[in-house]
């Protein structure tokens, strides 16, 4: 019986790169089976991993303090009517002389006399211009007065208003006796006096005027 021999020598270096990778890897099983062994990962309790850090509470943002709007300016009160201490009412004549054939013009001026504004009532329906001579009633405009007007006025601040001239036929009159002729008064130097009132305030003083 014959026996068969393997040659015996050196082989191709691809059969020793063969081998050292076999034994390489045959070393490193081993290694990893004694780490397994020791450490044996999950049988201890984790390590404390330091807390993250709470999300801060930051204070929420106060309501920005807008400044207000302005108030709408609140209208300005109604003037209140006006009260004597307020209100001076003047006696005016154009002249303080007539001739023989000058009728005299009568007029009468309101005057605020305060800061603050007033309301009257200022029409002809309310104003009255009289005539006297000493104690005797020789004229008004009220005796034959036709067509009377109302004219409610804010008196301004000191403020003076005039009312229209009103012409005096240097006649007496008499309430409701209008359609007839008057007798006309004296003349020649006699003097006269005209007063007025307006709304219920009247003038504290007369105007005295002359008739040549």
């Not at 002809?124 to 007065?145: F, H, L, M, N, P």
Request: net charge negative; glycine share 6%.
């Amino acid at each position: 019986m014959s026996t068969v021999r393997h040659p015996v020598g050196p082989q191709p270096p691809q059969v020793y790169w063969r081998r050292r990778l076999i034994v390489g890897l045959g070393l490193l099983a081993v290694i990893v089976i004694i780490v397994l062994i020791i450490v044996r990962p999950g049988s201890g309790d984790p390590e404390p991993t330091a807390a993250s850090p709470a999300p801060s509470e930051t204070a929420a943002p106060e309501a920005s303090e807008e400044p207000a709007a302005d108030a709408p300016a609140e209208p300005p009160a109604d003037p209140t009517a006006c009260t004597p201490d307020q209100v001076e009412v003047v006696a005016v004549t154009d002249a303080d002389a007539y001739g023989a054939e000058q009728l005299p013009l009568l007029s009468l001026t309101i005057r605020n006399l305060t800061s603050t504004a007033c309301t009257m009532e200022a029409g002809t329906d309310v104003q009255e211009y009289v005539i006297t001579s000493g104690a005797d009633r020789i004229w008004s405009s009220k005796d034959c007065q036709t067509d009377p007007v109302a004219a409610p006025i804010t008196l301004e601040s000191e403020q003076e208003l005039s009312t229209s001239p009103l012409q005096w036929s240097r006649t007496r009159s008499e309430a409701g006796v209008c359609d007839v002729q008057r007798e006309p008064v004296r003349a020649g130097g006699a003097t006269y006096r005209l007063s007025v009132s307006v709304g219920g305030f009247a003038s504290s003083t007369d105007k005295a005027f002359l008739l040549n």
